[in-house]
């Protein structure tokens, strides 16, 4: 069982910048996949960046490229999502979730076993 806690959402201006954190329980986290995925208001899921296990293989959809940069630090069970240069349509729950059957991350939201209860952003124009 792997519990994530995400922190860090809030309100920022567009052109502003956030780091959210996922904080994870599993002591076999350095051997999960991970990725960030958000939710805004009357839409689907989608995916945001993912991490593999090793940290070497990373991937971002396309409207964050750029902005956004996904990191891990094994040593503290934690993921990271750096945003920047950040846009209203960027407002969304963010979730992060782990993978425990990957090596890389994968970019959809079927293939995560774990789910954080989300983070709300907020990016006022």
């Not at 904080?23 to 839409?43: D, E, H, I, M």
């Not at 991490?51 to 959809?61: K, P």
Request: charged letters at 20%; aromatic letters at 12%.
């Amino acid at each position: 069982q792997v519990q994530l806690v995400e922190s860090g959402g809030g309100l920022v201006q567009a052109g502003g910048s956030l780091r959210l954190s996922c904080l994870a329980s599993a002591r076999t986290f350095s051997n999960l996949a991970v990725g960030w995925f958000r939710q805004a208001p009357g839409k689907e899921r989608e995916f945001v960046a993912t991490l593999s296990w090793s940290g070497d293989r990373i991937a971002y959809a396309d409207s964050v490229k750029g902005r956004f940069t996904i990191s891990r630090d094994n040593a503290k069970n934690t993921v990271y999502l750096q945003m920047k240069s950040l846009k209203p349509e960027d407002t969304a729950v963010y979730y992060c979730a782990a993978d425990v059957t990957r090596y890389y991350g994968s970019t959809y939201a079927a293939h995560y076993n774990y789910w954080g209860q989300g983070t709300q952003v907020t990016v006022s124009s």
